[in-house]
T-cell receptor
Framework: GESVGLHLPTLSVQEGDNSIINCAYSNSASDYFIWYKQESGKGPQFIIDIRSNMDKRQGQRVTVLLNKTVKHLSLQIAATQPGDSAVYFCAGSSGGSYIPTFGRGTSLIVHP | KAGVTQTPRYLIKTRGQQVTLSCSPISGHRSVSWYQQTPGQGLQFLFEYFSETQRNKGNFPGRFSGRQFSNSRSEMNVSTLELGDSALYLC??????????????FGPGTRLTVL
């Protein structure tokens, strides 16, 4: 099976800094990854995804990097804002298997 | 477009009882997935329904079941509740065309407390 885990449970940054949240996965067959943001009292919200045929994908203020060699992906948030404070999850799935595996989450705290 | 809605938002039950949770997907979405979220285990996949059929299933006991109606609305049922079933139950919907790459949209969840 696949396990997906986060390196740090909590990340504290100052407003305006760049944030980097890391995630490792174990199944080398994993070919699709998603980052979610979950604010208190809400369900997870899709941020960005990446397929295994890509190394990098950019969105609005966010970039996901995928390193298949070491089975690691990261989420970079540029110019972090207080509204970015939330728990961030990575999720991965492999092949035709729909069943996603989620990491435990990293709590991002942005100090004004 | 309205998002995914879940009812009820909060629920308190006692051990041994059963519970039914409801999820209404985004209009036009045909796939509905259910997840259990706990502090200890994180977010775990329960099952996914597409066109009224269970298409994928996670590793949960048979006490957890679900169904999907012709309008894509879905319900999940947990029978013989245990203390460990206390969790946030999340529903997510997607178009369902390509299950491995569909973006899922989550509802706010139902907070179940078992006493």
């Amino acid at each position: 099976g696949e396990s997906v885990g986060l390196h740090l449970p909590t990340l504290s940054v100052q407003e305006g800094d760049n944030s980097i949240i890391n995630c490792a996965y174990s199944n080398s067959a994993s070919d699709y990854f998603i980052w979610y943001k979950q604010e208190s009292g809400k369900g997870p919200q899709f941020i960005i995804d990446i397929r295994s045929n890509m190394d990098k994908r950019q969105g609005q203020r966010v970039t996901v990097l995928l390193n298949k060699t070491v089975k690691h992906l990261s989420l970079q948030i540029a110019a972090t804002q207080p509204g970015d404070s939330a728990v961030y999850f990575c999720a991965g799935s492999s092949g035709g298997s729909y069943i996603p595996t989620f990491g435990r989450g990293t709590s991002l705290i942005v100090h004004p | 477009k309205a998002g995914v809605t879940q009812t009820p938002r909060y629920l308190i039950k006692t051990r041994g009882q059963q519970v039914t949770l409801s999820c209404s997907p985004i209009s036009g979405h045909r796939s509905v997935s259910w997840y259990q979220q706990t502090p200890g285990q994180g977010l775990q996949f329960l099952f996914e329904y597409f066109s009224e059929t269970q298409r994928n299933k996670g590793n949960f006991p048979g006490r957890f079941s679900g169904r999907q109606f012709s309008n894509s609305r879905s319900e999940m049922n947990v029978s013989t509740l245990e203390l460990g079933d206390s969790a946030l139950y999340l529903c997510a919907s997607s178009r369902g065309r390509q299950i491995s790459t569909d973006t899922q949209y989550f509802g706010p969840g139902t907070r179940l407390t078992v006493l």
